[in-house]
C-alpha cells in the first residue's frame, strides 16, 4: 500500500511517520521516502482495506497529511504549487532582509516616534510579516513537532528565529515602556537581521531542494506520462471507438495509427512497422516488427497503421511494471540510510543541549576570558544559541541517500535499467567477479542448425526425432532444430513418455525403443556405445566452438545436429568495460568445453566453467563466493533463478522468464551484456553520490556547528552571525541536492 505524505520538513519527520505507521497492529514494515513525499507501506497477510483510513487516521493526528496516491498530474501540479509558494515566501524575506540589516547594523539615529527608537521600530515592522507570514510552516511544524514528543528541523528554525525576535522585540519596546528587564533596557543589539535572513535563506534552500526534487523526478514522470489515457478499439463491423485504457481487458483489438503512441501491451496482427521503443530502452534505432510480435505500451508507431491484440491489461504491461518497479526501489532504504535515519532522530536534542550550554557558558565563564564584542555575556550568549541551532539543522543528513537514490533509479528507468534490491546498490560496489551465461548473454541466443552429421539414417529422419522431442523444451537450440525440421518435412513422429534429462536433454519411447536428444554425456547415459572412428569425428566437430545435439535410436546414435549462434557486436565491449571495472568475468555454461572457450576467446573472458547442470549454476556460485569474493551474476532463464538468488548480486535479463525477474536485484529490459556492465556502473555512480553527499553533510555539521558554539572566539575573534549560519545551512542542503543531480547526464556505456 502506498500514501502521499504532507508535511514533512527533514529526515526526523520521515522517522516520525515511519513510528507513527508502525505502530498500527497490520503493518508488517513501512519505507517513507522524503523526496517524494511517499510511504511505502507492506501490511499483514488478510488486512482488510479499512485499514488505510485507520493509517491515515494517525498519520493525521501525529501533525502530517496523509491520502491515497493522487494522480501524477495532480501530485506534480502539488509539488509546483509548494515551490512556488517557497519561492514567493523567500522573497519577500529576502526583499525586506537588505533594508532591515541597513537599519539595523549601519543606519545612524533616525530619531524617536511615539517614544520608539524610530530605526528600530522600522527594522521590526519589516521583521513582522516575515517572522509570522513566510516562517509560519516552521512555526507551524515545529509546535506539531513538540506536540508528539519529537524535533524536527523546523523546531530548531522556530527556536532561533523567535528568540530572536522576542528578545529585539522586547528591546524595541524597553525604550518605551518602563518595567521591562534590566538587559533588554541596556541592550544595544537586536537581531532582525538574523530572524529575516534565516528565515529567508532557510525558504531559499528549501525553494531550491524543491526544485532539484522536481527535476529528479522528471524521468519517472516522464515514464508515467509515456502511456495514453485511450485506446482505440476495434469492434464489429471494424467500427472504432475511443475507450479509456482502464476499461481495455485483455484480448482487445485495438488500433494504432502512425505517429501515436501504442496504449497497450500486446501481439501485432497482420501488420509490419517501424517502431521507436527508445523511451523504454534507450534504444536509439527504431525496431521492426511484424506480426506476431510484442509490442509494449508507451512505444510510438513511425510507419502505417498498426493492429493490436492485447495480452496485457493496463495495470499490468511491461511500463506499468517499470514503474512499479522504480517506485518500490525509490521507496527502499539503503543499509547506510538506516543508520542516518538514527542519527537523525538524536540530532535534534543533541543540539538544543548544546546551544544551550554554549550560551550558558560565554554568558557566564567564557564572558571573562574573552574581549566581547558584544555589549554583554547575554547578547553574546544569545548570539551563538541562535547560530548554534540555525546551523544545526540535519536536511543535508536527511536528503544524502534518498535524492541520490531516486535520481539514479530513475535514470536507470529511462535507459532500460531498471534497479530492484536497494540493498545491491551497496553490494554492486565490493563485487570482485561478474559471472555471465553464454547463450543469450554473450551470444545473440538464436543459435541456428548449420551442419547435420548423419552415421545412420537420413537427414528428415534425425531431424524428425530431434523435433518431436524438443517440442516440449523452451531452451533456444530446441527452438533451432525445430525450425530447421520445419523446414526440411512436416512428418513428426509420435514419441511417448518424453522427459527432461537435466543438463543433458530430452529422452522418450519411440516403437518400443528409447530415442534421446542432448549432449554426449546423455549418449552415454542410455547406452550407446562409440567406436574409435566416431569419437574422432566428434572430437573434429567439438574443436569448431559450436554446440552440438547428438540423436539416437534405441543403440544406435543416428547422428548430431551442430549449431552455431552469432556473438553479440557489444559482448566484447562490455567484458572490456567490466574488467576496467576490477572485476573478473567468469563465463558458467552448460555447453562443451571446446564451444565455451572460443566463444570466451573471442569475446575476452579467460575463465570459462564449462558443462555445468542447471541445478549446480547455485552451487557453481557459492565456490566462487568461498573464495572470499562478492559476485555478480548474469541469467535470463528459469535454470537461472536458484543462482541469481544466490549470488550477492543479481542481474536478470528483461527477455528471460517471471521467475529470474522475480530472483534479480537489476532488470533490464534488453538483452544485452553491455546493459549489464551499464547497470552495475549506474549502482557504483549512484553510490559514489551517496557517500559524497554524506562526506559533505557530516563535514559541514563537524566544521559548522563548533564555529557557531565560538571556538574560534578565544583565539581570533571571530563568532558566526545568524544570518551567515542561516546561509550555510541552506547550501549545505542545495550542495548535498546538486551533487546528486549530476546523476542526470549519467549515459549507459556506447556500443
Known sequence: MRLDIQGMTCAACASSVEMIVNKHESVKAVNVNLPLNSAAIQLHDNTPESVAEEIIQKIEQG??????PKQTNDKRKILERHASLEGRKAALALILALPTIYLTMFADNLGDFSGFDLRLLLAAIMTIPVYFW???????????????GGANMDVLIHLGTSVAFIWSLGVVLAGRFDGLPSVLVNAEHVFFDGVVFIIGFVLLGNYLESAAKLKATDAIHSLMQLQPNQARVVGDDDFT???AVALVKVGTLVKIKTGETIPMDGILEDCKASIDESTMTGEAYPVRKSSGDEAYAGTIVLDGTVLLRTNKVAEDTL??????????????????????DKISAIFVPVVIILALLSGLFWATIGNGMIDNPMNSGYELALMVIISTLVI??????????????VIGTSVGAQNGLLIKGIDALESVNRCKVLVVDKTGTVTMGRPRVSHIEIIDCEVKEILSIAAALEQESVHPLASAIITSWSNVTSDRPEINDIRVMSGMGMVGEFSGQVVAAGNLELMLEVGIELDSEIEQRITKA?????SIVFVCQGAKLLGWIELSDRIRDSSKIAVKRAQQLGLEVVMLTGDNQESAASIANQVGIERVISGVKPNEKAEQIKSLQSGGSKVIMIGDGINDAAALSTADVGIA???GSDIALDAADFVLIRNDLIDAVSSIE???ATMRRIRSNLGWAFSYNVIGIPLAMGLLLPFTGFLLPPAYAAAAMSLSSVSVVGNSLILRWWRPIAE
Open 542 to 546: 567439438t574443436m569448431k566452438g559450436i
Open 319 to 340: 511500463l506499468a511494471n517499470i514503474i512499479s518497479m522504480v517506485e518500490d526501489a525509490q521507496s527502499g532504504k539503503a543499509p547506510i540510510q538506516r543508520l542516518v
Open 134 to 148: 513566510s516562517g509560519f510552516s516552521f512555526h507551524t511544524s515545529a509546535w506539531k513537532s513538540i506536540r508528539r
Open 682 to 684: 549506474l549502482g557504483n
Open 241 to 243: 471507438e475511443m475507450v
Open 653 to 655: 535479463m528483461g527477455a
Open 63 to 68: 501533525g502530517f497529511g496523509a491520502s491515497r
Open 392 to 405: 544545526a539543522c540535519p536536511c543535508a543528513l536527511g536528503l544524502a541517500t534518498p535524492i541520490a537514490l
